[in-house]
Every structure is written in structure tokens, then in C-alpha cells.
């Protein structure tokens, strides 16, 4: 239930609109009793030969509520699908929000494609919630409760006639569906995220696909998911056009037992022939309003499952943080027996971290491929909680907003991320042109004009020209903090140089960690750190490592060699 | 038109005759139940005398209940079908492109294409057609036995009717533009979703979260606004539908009425099975139109694909001849390539040798990942030949080309699913032994012993993260278990330690024995063991030799290598 209380709660942000598709939806329904119960009365009166006159008014009558009913339904119609609709967009902003609010880690273990799929259809699939969950059976009961008392007055058997029927068709059927339903219940929703899964596997790795002639293969597992979704889809719909059928069908029986009943009860004397025209009616028309119930289980289960796959559990942040980080110039940074642990990961990936990182220093990371560097600078940023504490500042980071963080924080990531868009778009900021283009010519990237066009993830670039792209961005903005993950790995040794010493001019008075595989340059560093496995294995300046003659010394005579 | 074709003609008949039918229970219905209360209101008959219509009655609307579910059915299964087809069509599309047009427009949009608007086409065959069908059978079925029973009643609802096709005409018009938005928007929604979505952290480091929330908010109000307006187009019309039926119930009614009262021209029987049947009349006729309005959707959606289908594609042909000896000698003959205007690669020549061990430098941008592409024929030659064994390279067939070769790019790509999948794919028919031997070669043992599930640990999307240099070394592994004749690699080392690099080029070494291999590179000693070193520059060939010959003569190579003083020097500071 937890995520249809989200829904529900969203919900009732439109209050108005929903109570007034209440409203109108009641009105149409009895509106539409009203008029047909009115015409098998006008018509056996008509027999009967009454006077002209009185038949007039009864003909206005009919008139006036077909009107009603017609523009009710409209009214009906028009609030429920605006409430719904406004609710849809909402929900999707949330859910965008909530995966906005997860750990990078924590993200990776959902498929693009599922996510998409549930951005798009499970909220799609969430309209029916107001239209054929929520209201419907309120309305139905209140018409029905009219109709009952209505008949009351005329017959006794007929009007339990209506609730035999009302039960039959509300409660019975659907028991007996959602019955059937949860031992041959379709995974819809899971087959469709499937099919989107294998699509955006496609298009994504379509280059490795290609070389690897995978294609084919890649394609076929597509249409192999595409016939599964159909599969399941058809159950699902052969299921709720039976439930509908069945549901019509119901509505006919209840009419014909009207008839078998008051044809029993006129014939024996207890009721009026005029009548029994206008019972027919009433009964033919007060089920339709039972229709929408016949898939309410259908409904309210695949709701559930949706509402439950938007709004996905997680755990818990422990609290919310609250202190920003002041904005004191350069940072310092500790870590004081840092453990940390992927999400799902049976042996932590850093183990009882200390280290210190003085303000203004200059810090370099080297070790082997994965041996947790980029997982360290995850850490700083504060896009996973270790357990431990690292302060920043003499803050500890878990009581930190990550935002003013970010903000004092210039990053290029090992993988850099880019969006759909020209180059201005991409370099994420709101400074001037001039600056802009600027901050292109500092990263070395003139040959680019600000509204050249990007494709999504920066397809469109050449390596080296993704990670000089990204370092622009950095030109832009004004931090004290400067985190670097192999930067440059894919330049040349020129370009690569030149981009750094403009990078180093803006960094002058900062904090600045780079993280590298090349050992070249670091004799300049306050400080290098040697991870392995997890662990800081040496720190200290180069000199003091090279006179160490421990992993790192070990690492500088492997490139002697090589060379 | 892309949907008509796509149902049988033995679902039209099925249709066909199960509407007769259906018109058929409609008319013994009313005609039942007239008889049924004529019987006992004015002829006062016995409870037992209408027992046989009742129970006739009862297999009426039973029967009629058993045609709407093979309406269903049937239209549910037409349209089945053609979304299969459908979506296996755009996919082919898509799977057609080079990679450089693949990359083009957001993947985001082309799921929803092949998912969502797909799904739309849905109600052109199990709304649309069904009911269209429905709808001529049914109203002439009804109309013709009121004309019989009282021709004024007929002569009133024919009157009424030419309003329909005009409504239809309306509704068809207004909802084409509106549903077109709407698809436009979601499209556009579902793009941005997934481009910001790789985009996460990024966005969050930048302090862009917020602009990016509201630019899908933004997106998905306008889709509200499209989804109204599409719909107030289907209200709107069911109202007028509404009203046209109640306007001639009520003419019906007056002139019934008048009928059985004052001129006394008509028995109460006719009177209400007229009065039963009219309002059924409607009901189709309405069906049809809440119908038709959801086929215009349909409609606009396989316009949707048929652009999409429409798009010319920049097929790479292929014939049939097959590698003559192994490795293979390539030769480029003024090769160009333009990924827009501005030739990218231009009139680039060289020969390759066979067996030989060629790396391509040059500065970033300068198109060496490009030329990788054209040797791999992943992008067509836009002039010039490239000869393998001196077959021109268009002549080979693609099967028999690709598998020779190993091209492990700038940024593998990591399928979702276990690292054993993950290299097997470069050789389905690798055994165990061969995959844990690649891996070993690839230098991923010390991954694999630290993992609980080991080879079989799931990786990539939905799977564990891998460090950068950890993909890189399962992209490799692909390699070593292929065992190819040609390999092209970019930068394979890039990301990785000394240490592990220095595994790994003795992996590499044994691996391009046998092999023609081509490396862009960056490193030193990657380029100082070459037997050919092609030095490019703005997409153009400026230097082809040995390191030795080239650092003294060719001034690109110079100030590539940082050798302009002399001494090397590649560090950053
Ligand atoms: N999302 C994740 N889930 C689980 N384990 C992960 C995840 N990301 C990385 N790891 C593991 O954590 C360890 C450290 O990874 P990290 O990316 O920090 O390495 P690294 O030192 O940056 O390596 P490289 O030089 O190759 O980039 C590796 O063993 C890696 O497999
Ligand atoms: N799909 C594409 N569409 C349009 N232009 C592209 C495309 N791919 C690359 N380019 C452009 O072509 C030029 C050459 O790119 P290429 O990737 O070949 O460079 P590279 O030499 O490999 O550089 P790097 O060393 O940085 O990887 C670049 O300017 C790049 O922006
Ligand atoms: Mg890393
Ligand atoms: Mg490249």
C-alpha cells in the first residue's frame, strides 16, 4: 500500500477537481436512471391512454435530464482526467526527484531501460487510479442507494432484486476474479521494463554490438521479449474483457430476473403491470454504472505494483543533514577509519582510511585499477556514505548538505557525463558568452563554437575532446576544491600539459587532488598517496617515497623499464 | 499506410460475421423482452405462458454477451500481431545504421518509439476496425427492422444521421493535430529523462539538479496539456453525440407517443420495441465515434513510424569474398570520410602489413578513432579504397570480416549480465577453460578471486560497478578470447596502472603474433616498439615511419612526444 499512499496523497493536491467529478459523475449516473425510468413509464402511461397533457410533462422530464446527464458527463470527464493528468506530471517530477536523491551505486542497479519504462508507462498506467479506482465505487454505491429506495417504495423483491445484482456484480465477480488473478497474475509491467531494458542495451552498446555481430542476437533477444510482453498483455487483456463481458452480461441477467420477478408479481396480483416496463430500464441502465467494477481488482493490483515501483523503497537516510559547509577559502579534508561497502557487496571496497588532506595542498592518488581511488573522491563529494567519519573542514560530512559542498568543489569524474544539446548547454553554466568561450579556449577546445551540437553522452566527441570539455566546465566556476580523476588520460602529452597548467593556474591557492596513473610530475606534489586494495598502503612527498623503497618505488622502476 | 496491410482478410470476416450475429441478439432482445411485458401489462397472460420467451431471452443475452468477447478477442489478437511486426521493423531500422547516424537523436525518444507508440497503434485494430465493422452492420440491421415496424420512427433517425460522418470528419481533424503534439511531448519527455539520467551526478556536482526538475517538469505539464487537449476533442464530442441521440430519442418518443395516444396508429409493442431498439442505434453509433477517435491516435502514431521507417539509412554493403590469408595485408587508398561537411579523414594512404604492429598518433580530435572506424568498416569509405589481401574491403562479407577482427574501443561498452557473458560474446563457441583463460590474460584473476559469484558475477547496468580500468580489462579479455587475425585497439591501456599494463602488453605481445595490429596510442613505449608509426594531424596522414626516423624528422611527432628540446618529458607539471 505504501505507494499508492503517495498517489493518494498527490491526489488530493486537485481536491476540487476530484470532488467535483464526484459530483457530476453521480448526477450523469442518476440523470441516466432518471431518464429511462421515465420513458418505460411514459410509454406504458402512452397504453394506458392517459391525457396528453400529463404525458408533456413527463416528456419535458425525459428531455430535461438527458440534457443533464449528457453535460455531466462531460463535466465528469473533464475534472477527472484534468485531476488525473495533473497528478501523472507530478508523480513523474517525484520520481525523478527520488532518483536524483540516490547514490550513484544505488542507481546502477536499476537498468536504464526499467526506469525509463517506469517513468513512462507505470506512471502512465496510474491514471486509471482516479478514474477506475478511486471514484467510481464511491459513485456507484450513492446511485445505487437512490435507485434501492427508490424501488423500495414500489416493490420489495425488486429492490432486493438490485442488491442480489449490485452484490453480484461488486462483490462476487470481482472476489472470484481477484481470485484468478493472483494465481495467474501477468507480469506486465516486468516484461515491459524487459523489453525497454533490451532497447536501450541496443542502442547503447550498439557500437560492441556491431563489431561483436551481436545484433542479430541482441535483436532477437528483443523480439523474445517483445512476445513475452504480448504474451502477458493478451492474458491480462482477455482477463478483463471477460470480467467486462461477464459484467454486461450481469446487468442483462438482473434485467430478465426483473422481468421473470415482476412478470411473477403482476401475474399473482401484487404489483401493477404499468410498472414493469420502467423496472426494465431502471435495471438495464443502473448496471451500467457497475461496468468500471468488473476490472476494479485488475486495477488496483497492477496500481499497487506501478505505485510500488515508482515509489520504491529504499533506506532511509539516518537524518536529514543540516549544516552547510562554511565558505572559509581553501579546504582540508581527513578521513578518520573510513570503512566502506558497495550497496549488496559482501567485502568493503575501503578499509579503515586515515589520511589528511591540508588546506591548499597539492595531493596525488596513485594504485593499482581498483584499488578504490575513484571510490575515495565518490566519498569526499559525498555520493556514497561510508561509515567512519570524513570531516571537511573539521565538519563531518555527514552532517553536511552535499550541495554546498558541490558548490565549493570543481570535479572531473574518470567518466564524464554529458547531455543531448549544443556545447553552451554542456558547459552548465550561466556565465557570459565571452566567458564561456573563453573557458573553451583555456581547455584547449577553440576549435569549437558554443552553439556546436552535442549528441547524447557526447557521442559526437572524440575522447580527448570529451575530458577537455569537461575540464572547461571547471573554468567557470569559482571553487576551492579541485577532485580529478585521470583528467587527461586520453590527451596527448602536449595538449594534456597545456590543459594542466591552466588548470594549476586557477588552482593555485586550492585544495587539489588528481588522481593518476602516470607517475611523471609528481615530484611538484605536497603529497601522493598509495592505495591498494582499499587500504592507504604509503603517504608522503616523493622524495620520501622514492628513500621508502616500498610500492611506489616498485611502480617508478616499472616505468624505468618500460621505457 | 503502414497499419491497413497489416490485418487479414479473415479477420475482416470474422468480424464481419460475428456483428451479424451481434445484431441479431440485439433485435431478438428488445423484440423478447417487448413480447414478455405485452404479454402479462395488456393481455394480461399467465405467469407460465411467457416462461418460454423468458427462457429464449435468457440465451438472447447470453449469446449476446459471448459475441462482444469474440469481438474482443478477435481485435485483440489482430492488433497482437501487427505490434509484433511493428516494433521488429523500427528495430530493424535502427539496427541498419553505421554507428555515427546510430548515435544521433536520444535513445530515450527511440524507446519510446519502439515501445509506447507502438503500443498506441493498438486501437486502430482492436477499437477501430472492430468497431467500424461493428458499426455498419448494426445500425442498417436495426434501422431497416424499425423502417419495417413504423416508417416515421426510421424516417427520424435517418434524419439524424448525416450529423455523424460530419462529427467524424471533425473529430478526425482536431484530434490529428492534438495527438501529434501529445506523442511529440512524450517523446520529448522520455528523452530527456534518460539523457538526464546518465547525467545524474553531474548535474548534481554542478547544482543543476534543479533546473533539470524542472525541465521534466516542465515537459510532462506540457504533456498534461496535450493529453487534455486531445481528449477534451473526445468529450466534446461524445457530448454532441450525446445530444443528437437525445434529440431524435425525443422526437422518436413525441411521435410514438402521439402515435399510440391520439391518432391511435400504433400498438404499444411497436411502440417500445422502437423505443428499445433506437437507443441501441446510438450506442454503436457512439462506439463508433469514441472508436474512431481513438484510431485517429493510432493513426497519428503509425504516421509517427512511418517517418521514422521513412528515414533514408546510409546502409554499408557487403559481398561475399573471405579473408585469403591470415593475417591479413590492409591497404588504405586515399581514404576520406566527412561526418558533416568537413572531411574528418582526408585522403589518408598506407599500407599495413601483415602481421605487422602499426600504431596511429596524433592530437587529440585529430581523427584517429575515426580512421580506426573506417579500417573496421564501421563507417563506409567516402572516397578512396581500403584493400584486405588486396580484395577491396567492400567485397568481403560481413560475417567473415568481423570475425577477424577485435576492435576494443575508447569507451567499451558493458552489457548487463555476468562477466562470463560479457567476454563470451567476442566467441559463442568459447569453452570455460577458454574464457577463464582470457580472463587470466586480461589481468581480471584478482577481480574475479575477490568476487563471492566470481566469472559469473552480474555486471553492468542493473549489476556490480567495475572500476574504469576494470571494464577496460573485460573488454580486453574479449580479445584474448577471440583470438583475431586483425586487432584495432584505442588506447587499450588507458585508465590502467603500470603495473597491470605491464601484464597486460606481455598478454598483448602473445596475442599479435599472429595479427595485424593497429593502436592509436598515447604512451611512449607503446609507440617506441611499432614497426610503423602513422603520424596524423587534422585528419590528414603528415608522417609514417619509425619512432627513431620520425623524432628526428617530422616536427608533429616532435612536439607530439614533447621531444622538442630533446630529453622526453610527458609529465603534466
Ligand atoms: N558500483 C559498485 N558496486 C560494487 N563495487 C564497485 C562499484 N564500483 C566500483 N566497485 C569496486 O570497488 C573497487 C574500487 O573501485 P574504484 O573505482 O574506486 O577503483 P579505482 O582505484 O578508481 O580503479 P581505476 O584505476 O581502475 O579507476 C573495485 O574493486 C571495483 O570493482
Ligand atoms: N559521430 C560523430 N559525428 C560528428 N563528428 C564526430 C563524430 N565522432 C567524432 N567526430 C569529430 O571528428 C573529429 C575526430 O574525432 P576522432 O574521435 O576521430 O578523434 P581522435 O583522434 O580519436 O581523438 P582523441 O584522441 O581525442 O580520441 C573530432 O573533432 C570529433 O569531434
Ligand atoms: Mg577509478
Ligand atoms: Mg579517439
Given at each position: 500500500?505504501?505507494?499508492?499512499?503517495?498517489?493518494?496523497?498527490?491526489?488530493?493536491?486537485?481536491?476540487?477537481?476530484?470532488?467535483?467529478?464526484?459530483?457530476?459523475?453521480?448526477?450523469?449516473?442518476?440523470?441516466?436512471?432518471?431518464?429511462?425510468?421515465?420513458?418505460?413509464?411514459?410509454?406504458?402511461?402512452?397504453?394506458?391512454?392517459?391525457?396528453?397533457?400529463?404525458?408533456?410533462?413527463?416528456?419535458?422530464?425525459?428531455?430535461?435530464?438527458?440534457?443533464?446527464?449528457?453535460?455531466?458527463?462531460?463535466?465528469?470527464?473533464?475534472?477527472?482526467?484534468?485531476?488525473?493528468?495533473?497528478?501523472?506530471?507530478?508523480?513523474?517530477?517525484?520520481?525523478?526527484?527520488?532518483?536524483?536523491?540516490?547514490?550513484?551505486?544505488?542507481?546502477?542497479?536499476?537498468?536504464?531501460?526499467?526506469?525509463?519504462?517506469?517513468?513512462?508507462?507505470?506512471?502512465?498506467?496510474?491514471?486509471?487510479?482516479?478514474?477506475?479506482?478511486?471514484?467510481?465505487?464511491?459513485?456507484?454505491?450513492?446511485?445505487?442507494?437512490?435507485?434501492?429506495?427508490?424501488?423500495?417504495?414500489?416493490?420489495?423483491?425488486?429492490?432486493?432484486?438490485?442488491?442480489?445484482?449490485?452484490?453480484?456484480?461488486?462483490?462476487?465477480?470481482?472476489?472470484?476474479?481477484?481470485?484468478?488473478?493472483?494465481?495467474?497474475?501477468?507480469?506486465?509491467?516486468?516484461?515491459?521494463?524487459?523489453?525497454?531494458?533490451?532497447?536501450?542495451?541496443?542502442?547503447?552498446?550498439?557500437?560492441?554490438?556491431?563489431?561483436?555481430?551481436?545484433?542479430?542476437?541482441?535483436?532477437?533477444?528483443?523480439?523474445?521479449?517483445?512476445?513475452?510482453?504480448?504474451?502477458?498483455?493478451?492474458?491480462?487483456?482477455?482477463?478483463?474483457?471477460l470480467n467486462q463481458v461477464l459484467d454486461g452480461w450481469i446487468g442483462l441477467l438482473m434485467a430478465w430476473a426483473v422481468l421473470a420477478v415482476g412478470g411473477w408479481l403482476i401475474t399473482s396480483g401484487q404489483m401493477e403491470g404499468v410498472w414493469l416496463a420502467m423496472f426494465m430500464l431502471l435495471t438495464l441502465t443502473v448496471f451500467e454504472n457497475t461496468q468500471p467494477m468488473a476490472a476494479f481488482p485488475q486495477y488496483f493490483l497492477e496500481n499497487k505494483k506501478a505505485a510500488n515501483r515508482i515509489f520504491f523503497k529504499e533506506d532511509e537516510a539516518v537524518s536529514e543533514p543540516t549544516q552547510p559547509l562554511g565558505d572559509a577559502g581553501a579546504i582540508d579534508i581527513s578521513f578518520r577509519g573510513v570503512d566502506f561497502t558497495y550497496p549488496d557487496e559482501p567485502r568493503s571496497t575501503l578499509k579503515n582510511v586515515n589520511l589528511s588532506i591540508p588546506s591548499g595542498s597539492k595531493t596525488a592518488f596513485v594504485g593499482a585499477s581498483g584499488s578504490g581511488k575513484?571510490?575515495?573522491?565518490?566519498?569526499?563529494?559525498?555520493?556514497?556514505?561510508?561509515?567512519?567519519?570524513?570531516?571537511?573542514?573539521?565538519?563531518?560530512?555527514?552532517?553536511?548538505?552535499?550541495?554546498?559542498?558541490?558548490?565549493?568543489?570543481?570535479?572531473?569524474?574518470?567518466?564524464?557525463?554529458?547531455?543531448?544539446?549544443?556545447?553552451?548547454?554542456?558547459?552548465?553554466?550561466?556565465?557570459?558568452?565571452?566567458?564561456?568561450?573563453?573557458?573553451?579556449?583555456?581547455?584547449?577546445?577553440?576549435?569549437?563554437?558554443?552553439?556546436?551540437?552535442?549528441?547524447?553522452?557526447?557521442?559526437?566527441?572524440?575522447?580527448?575532446?570529451?575530458?577537455?570539455?569537461?575540464?572547461?566546465?571547471?573554468?567557470?566556476?569559482?571553487?576551492?576544491?579541485?577532485?580529478?580523476?585521470?583528467?587527461?588520460?586520453?590527451?596527448?602529452?602536449?595538449?594534456?600539459?597545456?590543459?594542466?597548467?591552466?588548470?594549476?593556474?586557477?588552482?593555485?591557492?586550492?585544495?587539489?587532488?588528481?588522481?593518476?596513473?602516470?607517475?611523471?610530475?609528481?615530484?611538484?606534489?605536497?603529497?601522493?598517496?598509495?592505495?591498494?586494495?582499499?587500504?592507504?598502503?604509503?603517504?608522503g612527498t616523493f622524495d620520501e617515497l622514492m628513500a621508502r623503497k616500498g610500492y611506489f618505488y616498485q611502480l617508478k622502476e616499472i616505468e624505468r623499464d618500460t621505457l | 499506410m503502414l497499419l491497413k496491410p497489416l490485418i487479414k482478410r479473415q479477420t475482416y470476416i470474422q468480424l464481419s460475421i460475428v456483428s451479424i450475429v451481434m445484431a441479431l441478439t440485439i433485435i431478438a432482445q428488445a423484440y423478447l423482452i417487448v413480447s414478455i411485458i405485452e404479454a402479462i401489462f395488456l393481455s394480461n397472460a399467465s405467469f407460465s405462458a411467457i416462461l418460454p420467451s423468458l427462457g429464449l431471452l435468457l440465451f438472447v443475452i447470453s449469446l449476446r454477451a459471448g459475441m462482444n468477447y469474440l469481438n474482443g478477442v478477435i481485435g485483440l489478437h489482430a492488433a497482437n500481431q501487427a505490434k509484433k511486426k511493428l516494433r521488429n521493423r523500427v528495430l530493424s531500422h535502427f539496427t541498419k545504421q553505421p554507428v555515427d547516424l546510430s548515435s544521433q537523436g536520444r535513445s530515450g525518444e527511440k524507446v519510446t518509439q519502439l515501445i509506447n507508440v507502438v503500443e498506441q497503434t493498438d486501437s486502430y485494430f482492436s477499437q477501430y476496425i472492430p468497431k467500424m465493422i461493428q458499426a455498419t452492420i448494426v445500425p442498417l440491421a436495426i434501422l431497416a427492422i424499425i423502417f419495417t415496424q413504423n416508417w416515421v420512427s426510421g424516417v427520424i433517425i435517418l434524419l439524424t444521421a448525416p450529423f455523424i460522418p460530419l462529427f467524424m470528419a471533425i473529430i478526425g481533424m482536431k484530434t490529428k493535430d492534438k495527438s501529434e503534439e501529445q506523442l511529440n511531448e512524450l517523446s520529448s519527455f522520455s528523452g530527456q529523462f534518460l539523457d538526464s539520467l546518465q547525467g545524474l551526478t553531474t548535474l548534481k556536482l554542478f547544482g543543476q539538479s534543479d533546473r533539470e526538475k524542472s525541465r521534466i517538469e516542465d515537459s510532462s505539464i506540457n504533456f498534461r496539456q496535450a493529453t487534455l487537449g486531445v481528449l477534451a476533442v473526445a468529450f466534446t464530442s461524445a457530448f454532441m453525440m450525446e445530444l443528437i441521440s437525445m434529440l431524435s430519442m425525443g422526437l422518436i418518443a413525441l411521435e410514438l407517443a402521439l402515435g399510440l395516444i391520439i391518432f391511435d396508429t400504433i400498438t404499444f409493442a411497436t411502440a417500445f420495441f422502437i423505443l428499445l431498439l433506437a437507443p441501441e442505434f446510438y450506442i454503436a453509433l457512439k462506439d463508433l465515434s469514441s472508436a474512431f477517435h481513438s484510431g485517429r491516435e493510432s493513426l497519428t502514431a503509425s504516421k509517427k513510424l512511418e517517418e521514422q521507417l521513412n528515414e533514408p539509412v546510409e546502409e554499408l554493403t557487403w559481398g561475399e569474398a573471405s579473408l585469403t590469408s591470415r593475417p591479413p595485408r590492409i591497404q588504405l587508398n586515399g581514404v576520406s570520410f566527412a561526418y558533416d561537411e568537413s572531411e574528418t579523414v582526408q585522403d589518408v594512404s598506407a599500407t599495413i602489413e601483415a602481421g605487422s604492429f602499426v600504431a596511429i598518433v596524433g592530437k587529440s580530435g585529430a581523427g584517429k578513432t575515426t580512421l580506426l572506424h573506417l579500417i573496421a568498416r564501421l563507417l563506409p569509405v567516402h572516397s578512396g579504397d581500403i584493400f584486405v589481401n588486396d580484395i577491396e574491403q567492400d567485397q568481403l562479407g560481413e560475417q567473415a570480416w568481423f570475425n577477424e577482427l577485435s576492435y576494443i574501443s575508447q569507451h567499451p561498452y558493458i552489457f548487463s549480465g555476468t562477466i562470463y557473458d560479457n567476454i563470451q560474446m567476442s566467441k559463442p563457441s568459447a569453452t570455460k577453460e577458454d574464457i577463464d583463460h582470457a580472463a587470466k590474460e586480461a589481468g581480471l584473476q584478482p577481480l574475479i578471486d575477490l568476487l563471492e559469484d566470481g566469472l559469473h558475477t552480474v555486471i553492468g547496468e542493473g549489476g556490480r560497478g567495475l572500476s574504469g580500468g576494470e571494464k577496460q580489462r573485460v573488454a580486453l579479455a574479449r580479445a584474448f578470447l577471440k583470438q583475431p587475425s586483425i586487432i584495432l585497439f584505442d588506447e587499450p591501456t588507458t585508465g590502467l596502472d603500470l603495473k597491470t599494463e605491464q601484464v597486460l602488453n606481455e598478454s598483448i605481445t602473445k596475442l599479435a603474433e599472429d595479427a595485424t595490429l593497429i593502436t592509436v596510442a598515447h604512451r611512449m613505449h607503446t609507440i617506441q616498439k611499432a614497426d610503423q608509426i602513422i603520424v596524423m594531424d587534422e585528419g590528414r596522414v603528415v608522417g609514417t615511419g619509425q619512432h627513431d626516423m620520425l623524432r628526428k624528422s617530422n616536427a608533429t611527432y616532435q612536439s607530439l612526444i614533447g621531444d622538442v628540446a630533446g630529453g622526453e618529458r610527458d609529465g603534466w607539471s
Open positions: 500500500m505504501a505507494g499508492l499512499n503517495i498517489v493518494i496523497k498527490q491526489l488530493m493536491k486537485e481536491k476540487r477537481d476530484v470532488v467535483l467529478s464526484i459530483l457530476f459523475s453521480f448526477i450523469a449516473g442518476i440523470a441516466a436512471v432518471g431518464l429511462f425510468t421515465a420513458s418505460g413509464y411514459l410509454i406504458s402511461q402512452a397504453a394506458l391512454g392517459v391525457p396528453i397533457t400529463a404525458l408533456t410533462v413527463v416528456i419535458a422530464i425525459v428531455k430535461l435530464l438527458g440534457f443533464t446527464r449528457a453535460l455531466s458527463r462531460y463535466s465528469e470527464r473533464y475534472f477527472s482526467h484534468r485531476a488525473t493528468f495533473t497528478m501523472l506530471s507530478h508523480i513523474r517530477v517525484q520520481f525523478f526527484e527520488k532518483l536524483q536523491n540516490l547514490t550513484p551505486s544505488k542507481v546502477q542497479r536499476f537498468r536504464t531501460g526499467d526506469l525509463l519504462s517506469r517513468f513512462v508507462s507505470d506512471v502512465e498506467s496510474l491514471q486509471n487510479f482516479f478514474l477506475r479506482i478511486f471514484y467510481p465505487p464511491i459513485v456507484l454505491v450513492l446511485i445505487f442507494l437512490s435507485t434501492v429506495l427508490f424501488t423500495l417504495y414500489f416493490s420489495f423483491w425488486i429492490a432486493l432484486l438490485l442488491v442480489v445484482g449490485l452484490l453480484l456484480s461488486t462483490v462476487v465477480l470481482p472476489a472470484l476474479f481477484a481470485k484468478v488473478r493472483q494465481t495467474t497474475e501477468q507480469p506486465v509491467q516486468e516484461k515491459r521494463s524487459d523489453l525497454s531494458a533490451q532497447a536501450t542495451e541496443l542502442l547503447f552498446g550498439y557500437q560492441d554490438l556491431k563489431i561483436h555481430q551481436k545484433l542479430a542476437d541482441q535483436s532477437e533477444a528483443f523480439n523474445t521479449a517483445n512476445d513475452d510482453l504480448i504474451q502477458a498483455q493478451t492474458k491480462e487483456r482477455k482477463h478483463e474483457l575513484s571510490t575515495l573522491l565518490q566519498l569526499i563529494l559525498k555520493l556514497e556514505e561510508a561509515s567512519g567519519e570524513v570531516y571537511i573542514n573539521s565538519q563531518a560530512i555527514s552532517q553536511m548538505t552535499p550541495e554546498s559542498l558541490w558548490q565549493q568543489t570543481n570535479t572531473v569524474m574518470q567518466d564524464q557525463q554529458f547531455f543531448a544539446g549544443t556545447i553552451r548547454d554542456n558547459l552548465l553554466s550561466d556565465a557570459s558568452d565571452e566567458q564561456l568561450t573563453y573557458a573553451l579556449k583555456r581547455a584547449r577546445l577553440s576549435n569549437f563554437s558554443l552553439t556546436d551540437e552535442v549528441y547524447e553522452k557526447g557521442d559526437n566527441l572524440s575522447g580527448g575532446e570529451k575530458q577537455r570539455l569537461a575540464i572547461a566546465r571547471l573554468f567557470l566556476r569559482d571553487a576551492n576544491l579541485w577532485l580529478l580523476d585521470e583528467p587527461t588520460s586520453s590527451l596527448d602529452q602536449v595538449t594534456a600539459r597545456e590543459v594542466m597548467t591552466e588548470i594549476l593556474r586557477d588552482a593555485e591557492n586550492d585544495t587539489f587532488v588528481i588522481v593518476s596513473h602516470n607517475l611523471r610530475g609528481l615530484e611538484n606534489m605536497d603529497q601522493i598517496i598509495v592505495m591498494d586494495h582499499g587500504e592507504v598502503v604509503e603517504q | -
